[in-house]
């Protein structure tokens, strides 16, 4: 008895492996076509808002067609202003190439709001690993008053010749708000502008941050 099953499920193992008798050749490989966009996300509509603070509506006025042209244009991404929210509103198309140029657009025009120039904000388009960084000198240290003052104006230097400095060693932009702070750059790149900001912060003389920036800047150029 036990012979006999395992004979039959020895046969249906033969039947199986064999190839389809009437085409003589097993079945091609499927090939499917590439999802777009608006498939991924099972053809529903993705939609982005970005507030617009009010000391950045009236530059945002003039550069609004300098924004609007690289994201509808390039990045295939519809885009308006809603004046009633004070809201920069962002949605998919039907030919978006990537769902990812949703967030991509959506970045740009928040690092134009948090004080960016189109001109560097636009490189969050064209690049995968820029990052924008916030942080607040309280962050770092706290400090009240003229102690304050003091710092914010050693971070900037006369004329905003520190602040300058540092953007070119570092490859990177850097504005600052009041207390806050904001770095646009690769990640690497943030980490060395925001060390030197740090030690100004913590009261370093500018020519010893600008010793050490040379130093780090240096060593990158070898590594690279």
Known sequence: MQSREATTSMEVENVLSEPNPSSGTFPSKPNFEPLKAHEISEGRVQFRKVSVPPHRYTPLKKVWME??????????????????ARKVELKTRADTPDISNLQ??????HAFMLGFDVVD????LRLDELYVESFEIKDV????????SRAIGRLSGKGGKTKFAIENATRTRIVIADTKIHILGSF??????????????????????YSKLRAVTARLAERF
């Open 67 to 84: 924004i609007y042209t690289p994201i509808y244009e390039q990045m295939k991404i519809d885009i308006r202003m809603n004046l009633k």
């Open 104 to 109: 991509k657009c959506a970045d740009f025009v």
């Open 121 to 124: 904000a636009i490189a969050l």
């Open 141 to 148: 240290k706290t400090l009240r008053g003229e102690h304050l």
């Open 188 to 209: 690497s790149n943030i980490k060395i502008a925001r060390d030197s900001l740090c030690s100004l912060i913590l009261g370093s003389p500018a020519g010893k941050v």
